[in-house]
């Protein structure tokens, strides 16, 4: 056993050292996204209205460090729909692109990724816009967040790529190794049976993963992904459940407690089905 351990590590460590030039390159452009946009981009969403949920989806593809916080905050003081906020939290795609973009065999399905959530977001925000309407009210005060475990603003462009290519460049390495460990020990056709032929187990389960607050969920997510661990519908859910820090930042700034829950169960409802139908799609 001591053997299969040492082998793993040493595996798992080649793999993730050979990702880091990749995913340090694609943070540094993701840092100076937010820098040189991140408030034009906020400033056009609050001024979009009930075509929000457009622009919104649309924008939570590009990888702006915190624009789902920055939307849980604009929706907190009611500037924003809760359909807006909805089609943000849906098409954020957090750590899904640097990963994928540093794993070449899979690059070519960023696009479809992208575009699939973008069309999902889109259709949902407009829906629940439409059966929930919230009352905007201009007076609320907008806090504003820099969240600094998703990012590190102030430190610059490059120390703060640097600083998240480390994070998460950890997470992988700590994923990928107990996922080896796990196939050794359990074997892939058994892991294979338990998530990929189970249409409606894996993204009800991907979806819970999905709702982990933070950076975690989109990692471990794509991390079972690319290793073949999840399905491409079980996938999908988790991705689309997952809106990193902005979970958290709706619950710590939204005063209505029970609406902010309310919101988190449309979102991870909408996820998993649409996770399912993409299951038994493709």
Not at 37 to 54: A, N, V, Y
Not at 56 to 69: E, H, K, N, R, T
Not at 158 to 169: G, M, W, Y
Request: charge should be negative; include cysteine; proline fraction near 3%.
């Amino acid at each position: 056993m001591f053997e299969e351990i040492m082998e793993a590590l040493e595996h798992t460590a080649l793999e993730t050292l050979q990702l880091l030039p990749l995913l340090f390159l694609t943070y540094l452009v993701m840092e100076y996204l937010e820098h040189r946009t991140g408030d034009h981009t906020r400033e056009w969403i609050k001024k979009t209205g009930r075509l929000g949920p457009l622009p919104g989806a649309v924008l939570g593809l590009v990888p702006q460090c915190g624009f789902s916080a920055a939307a849980a905050n604009l929706y907190a003081g009611r500037v924003i729909s809760v359909g807006t906020l909805i089609a943000i939290f849906l098409s954020t795609s957090d750590e899904m692109i640097p990963i994928l973009i540093a794993r070449p065999e899979f690059v070519g399905e960023i696009w479809k990724i992208l575009l699939l959530k973008a069309v999902i977001a889109c259709m949902a925000g407009f829906a629940v816009d439409f059966f929930l309407r919230s009352k905007e009210d201009e007076h609320t005060h907008i806090h504003e967040l820099c969240e600094h475990e998703h990012c590190n603003c102030e430190k610059g462009v490059v120390r703060s790529a640097l600083v998240h290519t480390l994070k998460i460049a950890l997470f992988i390495f700590v994923i990928a190794f107990v996922l080896h460990i796990v196939i050794h020990m359990v074997g892939e056709d058994t892991i294979a049976s338990l998530i990929l032929d189970r249409p409606l187990l894996g993204p009800i389960l991907a979806g819970v993963v999905g709702l982990i607050p933070n950076c975690a969920s989109s990692v471990i997510i794509t991390q079972l992904y690319v290793e073949g661990a999840m399905g491409f519908g079980s996938m999908m859910a988790g991705l689309l459940v997952s809106a990193g820090v902005g979970i958290l930042v709706l619950l710590r700034v939204n005063e209505d407690r029970k609406e902010s829950l309310k919101i988190l169960g449309i979102l991870y409802l909408i996820g998993v089905v649409s996770g399912m139908i993409l299951e038994l799609l493709f």
